[in-house]
């Protein structure tokens, strides 16, 4: 059985930096990706990073250059930086696993971050 549980989501002030992690527990199998996703109030849940096995990263248009998603393959975590937050950060930010075959993809329960002007 895999748990992803997320932290470090709370307030900041726009122009501040937030970190995120996401610690799992049980064994992911390789190739995967780890990836942060967001939903804002009203919108859909939209990928923000994603990292995937072989130190390969991708991030959406609205968060490159600002944020930074890690890996800790000992640590069996990843993490997302936030940096120069804006007002439209605000969301609930979702850590995911998945296969890159599909055959197994886990969701963590989400952490709210509030960006105030």
């Known amino acids: 059985q895999v748990h992803l549980v997320e932290s470090g989501g709370g307030l900041v002030q726009a122009g501040g930096s937030l970190t995120l992690s996401c610690e799992v527990s049980?064994?992911?199998?390789?190739?995967?990706?780890m990836s942060w996703y967001r939903q804002a109030p009203g919108k859909e849940r939209e990928l923000v990073a994603a990292?995937?096995?072989?130190?390969?990263?991708k991030y959406a248009d609205s968060v490159e250059g600002r944020f930074t998603i890690s890996r800790d393959i000992a640590a069996n975590a990843v993490y997302l930086q936030m940096n120069a937050v804006l007002d439209e950060d605000t969301a609930v930010y979702y850590c995911?696993?998945?296969?890159?075959?599909?055959?197994?993809?886990?969701w963590g329960q989400g952490t709210r971050v509030t960006v105030s002007s």
């Open positions: 995911n696993a998945r296969s890159l075959d599909a055959s197994w993809d886990y």
């Open positions: 049980g064994i992911l199998t390789d190739p995967n990706v």
């Open positions: 990292a995937f096995t072989g130190r390969v990263t």
